[in-house]
T-cell receptor
Framework: DAKTTQPPSMDCAEGRAANLPCNHSTISGNEYVYWYRQIHSQGPQYIIHGLKNNETNEMASLIITEDRKSSTLILPHATLRDTAVYYCILNFGNEKLTFGTGTRLTIIP | DVKVTQSSRYLVKRTGEKVFLECVQDMDHENMFWYRQDPGLGLRLIYFSYDVKMKEKGDIPEGYSVSREKKERFSLILESASTNQTSMYLC???????????FGSGTRLTVV
């Protein structure tokens, strides 16, 4: 699988939009971008995924650049419950997930 | 919602014991996975299975085996537990394709 690069940690004020970047310059044409998060003492939770187009669901938005070499996960109105480790993962959609070390997002009251 | 249930939240076992970690999913998913998570190392894949009686080694299979006799159940077996297998163990399942994975809440195993 192609590799991803994420900042190790970020802070965001409560109520503001949290923008989590991910670089994946060696992504293959048919690799999806998945985002998961892991709240302390729980298993990882699926957030969103995309291939080429921007995606939005009830949890977040995913913006993928036109060249697909980077993406941004957006939590539009961050709350304290969004404090977690966020993982950006590339996957062809039918095989094992390989997790990196992710970004530890802390929401500040 | 898909539910992935791990039989124990906490386990304490002695060195040399044979340990079984059980995982059950209730949505007829084809794929099931076992990971372990350690501080500073993230989640690492131990074994996975794409179908009943099928298994594939992940990145760190040494010291472990698995069993999948029924579609809904995937067991991780530590043949002879050692202290370096003290860890959080996470089970996951997926339907396959870009549908996302569902994880259980984890089993924290301590080998003494």
């Amino acid at each position: 699988d192609a590799k991803t690069t994420q900042p190790p940690s970020m802070d965001c004020a409560e109520g503001r939009a949290a923008n989590l970047p991910c670089n994946h310059s060696t992504i293959s044409g048919n690799e999806y971008v998945y985002w998961y998060r892991q709240i302390h003492s729980q298993g990882p939770q699926y957030i969103i995924h995309g291939l080429k187009n921007n995606e939005t669901n009830e949890m977040a938005s995913l913006i993928i650049t036109e060249d697909r070499k980077s993406s941004t996960l957006i939590l539009p109105h961050a709350t304290l419950r969004d404090t977690a480790v966020y993982y950006c993962i590339l996957n062809f959609g039918n095989e094992k997930l390989t997790f990196g070390t992710g970004t530890r997002l802390t929401i500040i009251p | 919602d898909v539910k992935v249930t791990q039989s124990s939240r906490y386990l304490v076992k002695r060195t040399g014991e044979k340990v079984f970690l059980e995982c059950v999913q209730d949505m007829d998913h084809e794929n099931m996975f076992w990971y372990r998570q350690d501080p500073g190392l993230g989640l690492r894949l131990i074994y996975f299975s794409y179908d009943v009686k099928m298994k594939e080694k992940g990145d760190i299979p040494e010291g472990y085996s698995v069993s999948r006799e029924k579609k809904e159940r995937f067991s991780l077996i530590l043949e002879s537990a050692s202290t370096n297998q003290t860890s959080m163990y996470l089970c996951a399942s997926s339907l396959g394709g870009p549908t996302g994975y569902t994880f259980g809440s984890g089993t924290r195993l301590t080998v003494v």
